[in-house]
Nanobody, 122 residues
Framework: QVQLVESGGGLVQAGASLRLSCAAS????????MGWFRQAPGRLREFVAA????????YYADSVKGRFTISRDNDKKTMYLQMSSLKPEDTAVYYC???????????????WGQGTQVTVSS
């Protein structure tokens, strides 16, 4: 089992930056690819970014490419999502997940956090 806890969400104005964290505990963290997903009210959950266990490979949704950066510190068992140039359409609950392969498919992830709210005002 891997337990995941997100933090760092909040209310910011458009153009601001936020850094989300995902702290992991339980089974080995370093061997799991990790990902960030988000879900806005009335919308389906969508992929944001993913990172391989070795941190050498990262993947992004087109909507966040160039603005968001995913990273992880395996020694600290923590994953991050640095978000910059935030837009109102980035407003959502952000979830971190641990899985088997770093893909955009939610079904490839076995463990999920409870989520952290990010609200971007215009």
């Amino acid at each position: 089992q891997v337990q995941l806890v997100e933090s760092g969400g909040g209310l910011v104005q458009a153009g601001a930056s936020l850094r989300l964290s995902c702290a992991a505990s339980g089974r080995t963290f370093g061997s799991n690819p990790m990902g960030w997903f988000r879900q806005a009210p009335g919308r389906l959950r969508e992929f944001v970014a993913a990172i391989s266990w070795s941190t050498s490979n990262t993947y992004y949704a087109d909507s966040v490419k160039g603005r968001f950066t995913i990273s992880r510190d395996n020694d600290k068992k923590t994953m991050y999502l640095q978000m910059s140039s935030l837009k109102p359409e980035d407003t959502a609950v952000y979830y971190c997940a641990a899985g088997r392969i770093p893909t955009e498919r939610g079904s490839d992830y076995d463990y999920w956090g409870q989520g952290t709210q990010v609200t971007v005002s215009s």
